[in-house]
């Protein structure tokens, strides 16, 4: 039988991706916060030592994401996203038996690991070269399927914790893990790396890592997205103090950032309803602007719904900024290389996402309070604003004929 005959359908592969990035999102990133405190109870460890092994976790994703992305780029995405699957089961399966903080930190570098291997940017690398003629739309399924990773994590997890403990809910995750998303990967990926070329194509006109390093694009983009993580971790890790520090009590603080999850799937919602001619680059310098404003708006305000504009627009700005960034590398050089170009670019964005948490403890030694920390962020959202409209598309290299 051919092999393109036992490949899936690509309305099925999106469909299996898009799942596999729910339940992978759910798991490996937003189910960390919903054990902090039963594993505290339960083994009283502080929180700086439970924390610390999540903050190890990001690392690893930073560090691992050049070699994910040369794995795709030797066409092992199969091998790649079905491995890092199993991956993650074993480390959800290592943290069930953790009874000091060591094995903890080898069970979450373990997940940091498959992290880089499952989440988002390997299934876009895997689109984007299988289907380049329709991989924005795939790209943009998968950002709306997994948008609902959050909604699903913290409700589901806080069951499994009632039923089960802490630790027989890992276990749970863990065969989630390694005998749902894995074989779903296995089965969604079958057939031949390429799909579908469009016509003409010629792979040696993309840029290879070397020739996006010497291009100001590649800099700017990754300075830009280095920027965008570096304040959405640093808000994400701050926001319930910054609330409480404009006097919005906790319950008043979860009614206003409870928008923010639903604005960012009406966003990709409403792109992928009509945002199919819509040039990534005018987007990308729209939806950024986002950021700064709604974070002035966090800032400066504090009337109810103030607060829920601010949820709303950083909702619907964080949801299409990941469309950009996947939909954008491989345009601006091409598909051959778009795991190590994108790895590359994504693996000082993770380090930084890493490190925020940290250093905005650091500020607020110095500075007068949260108002003038958001302030910052907000400043370097307009960085990356700035950054991201002087990233021209660099030229495309010519291939050079060979004497036959």
């Known amino acids: ?18 799942v596999g990035q729910l339940l992978s999102w759910a798991a490996l990133y937003y189910g960390f916060s919903s054990f902090v405190l039963p594993m505290m109870r339960d083994l009283g460890w502080s929180k700086p030592t439970v924390m610390g092994a999540f903050t190890l976790g990001l690392a690893v994703w930073g560090a691992s994401t050049y070699a994910t992305g ?12 079905t491995g890092g699957s199993l991956l993650g089961g074993a480390g959800f399966a290592l943290w069930a038996l953790a009874s000091t903080p060591w094995v903890l930190y080898v069970a979450w570098a373990v997940m940091g690991a498959s992290m880089a291997m499952t989440l988002y940017e390997p299934a876009f690398n895997v689109l984007t070269k299988r289907y380049p003629l329709k991989y924005r739309d795939g790209i943009t399924a998968l950002t709306l399927v997994g948008g609902f990773a959050s909604t699903l994590s913290f409700p589901a997890v806080a069951g499994l ?27 969604a ?19 290879t890592l070397r020739e996006a390093l010497r291009t100001r694009a590649f800099w700017l983009l ?14 994400w890790a701050h926001v319930m103090p910054a609330m409480a520090a404009k006097g919005v009590d906790e319950p008043a603080a979860l009614a206003v950032l409870v928008w923010i999850g639903p604005a960012q799937v009406a966003g990709r919602f409403v792109f992928a309803w009509a945002g199919a001619g819509l040039s990534l680059r005018r987007l990308g310098a729209v939806v950024l602007c986002g950021l700064p404003l709604s974070l002035t708006l966090l800032a400066l305000g504090s009337h109810p ?6 949820a709303v627009l950083y909702g619907v700005a964080n949801g299409l900024v990941t469309i950009v960034r996947g939909g954008l590398v491989p345009q601006y050089f091409g598909r051959a290389h778009i795991g190590r170009i994108g790895g590359t670019m994504s693996a000082l964005g993770l380090m930084a996402r890493a490190a925020a948490p940290l250093l905005v403890a650091w500020w607020l030694l110095w500075l007068p309070g949260y108002r003038e920390v958001l302030l910052l962020l907000a400043a370097l959202g307009g960085c990356a604003v700035a950054a991201f409209v002087l990233a021209r598309p660099p030229p495309r290299r010519v291939p050079v004929s060979r004497p036959t």
């Open 70 to 81: 040369s794995a795709i780029d030797r066409g092992h995405g199969r091998a790649l996203m």
């Open 161 to 187: 914790n009632a039923a089960f403990g802490w630790r027989g809910a890992l276990w749970v995750i863990a065969s989630i893990l390694a005998f749902g998303v894995a074989p779903l990967h296995a089965w």
């Open 222 to 235: 990754t300075l830009t997205f280095t920027l965008y993580s570096f304040v959405i971790a640093a808000l």
């Open 189 to 207: 990926l079958r057939g031949p790396a390429l799909v579908a070329a469009p016509q003409g194509s010629d792979p040696a006109e993309d840029g």
């Open 305 to 310: 719904l103030v607060l829920i504009a601010f």
């Open 1 to 18: 039988m051919p092999e393109a005959a036992i490949s899936p359908s690509y309305r099925a592969t999106v469909s299996a991706l898009a």
